[in-house]
């Protein structure tokens, strides 16, 4: 039963990163088009921006989530490296999932650069909260672990979340024009 749940868990998540890999097609200019001034202009296409930063989130992300996992969850190790091996391909999914779509909308201008980023924070974290929940409770078949994976994760999580973008802020790639 647990193991019909983990092959249908995988087999959304690899779903989720066929959808959401596509080009950065809705950051090319359309002649004619007005563009609002953004903050600085990325050399990098937005497809690739979010490969980038889901990689390096779901590295820590993935690393805190092990170590939450095992001090509450437990298991056995295979379990413990099947949670491992699906947190991150649903993990990595749904952040360069949620990262190609918030950087393909209108990007913010300067004076919603703050707001923006708290936004982008708050959303995300409900999206990622769900989504570890799902996946504590398919793996534990509790609610209350579940909720307890949750809530350890959660800050930890969203630490590694500010971080990750405050880093790819200040040193992301810039055009040498």
């Known amino acids: 039963m647990a ?11 690899l779903l989720a990163v066929v959808l959401f ?6 950051q090319e200019r359309v002649p004619g088009v007005a563009v609002t001034e953004t903050i600085s202009p990325d050399p990098l296409p937005a497809w690739q921006r979010a490969l980038y930063k889901a990689v390096t989130y779901q590295a820590m ?3 805190a989530d092990f170590l939450f ?5 437990g298991g056995s190790p295979a379990m413990t490296g099947s949670f491992v091996v ?9 952040y360069y999932g949620y990262e ?16 923006s980023l708290t936004e982008k924070t708050v959303l995300y974290r409900a999206l990622n909260t769900s989504k570890n929940f799902a996946l504590s409770y398919a793996y534990s078949g509790s609610a209350a672990l579940a909720s307890a ?6 800050i930890s999580d969203t630490a590694i979340f500010l971080t990750n ?5 200040a040193l992301r790639p810039r055009d040498p024009s």
């Open 3 to 13: 193991f019909c749940r983990l092959r249908r868990l995988t087999a959304l998540a």
């Open 21 to 26: 890999a596509g080009p950065a097609s809705a």
């Open 61 to 63: 992300g993935n690393i």
């Open 69 to 73: 996992y095992r001090a509450l969850i």
């Open 86 to 94: 699906v947190n991150a391909v649903t993990g990595f999914s749904l």
């Open 100 to 115: 190609y779509a918030w950087n393909s909308a209108v990007p913010p201008s300067e004076d919603r650069k703050a707001r």
């Open 149 to 154: 994976f949750v809530a350890s994760t959660f």
């Open 165 to 169: 973008e405050y880093l790819w802020g």
